[in-house]
């Protein structure tokens, strides 16, 4: 078996370089990790900020909605009272 001593230094050589680039992917993982936690902080900053864009301006809409019905009720009542004045008229001309 003398053809088992260079295969074996062949594969020694090869789970080096194997074991070596695993050691380096390792090593760009850890550098990677800060910037990506960067990252995900950076993008949660802004995701709050829109939502709390989208409470405001929900509280915006809101008000405005409740005004336009407030001011429709009251056309509304204004109208009736119109209506009730004409037929009151109306009436006190027949008699």
Sequence with gaps: ??????????????FEKLFAMMAEMKAGQEG????????????ERKMEAGQEEM??????LEQKMEAGQERLEQEMRSGQ??????????TESQV
């Design 32 to 43: 990677l990790e800060p910037k990506i936690e960067a990252g995900q902080e950076g993008l």
């Design 55 to 60: 409470r405001v301006a929900q509280a915006g």
């Design 1 to 14: 078996m003398p053809e088992t001593g260079p295969l074996t230094r062949s594969m020694d050589k090869q």
């Design 81 to 90: 009272e119109e209506i009730k004045s004409q037929i009151q008229a109306h």
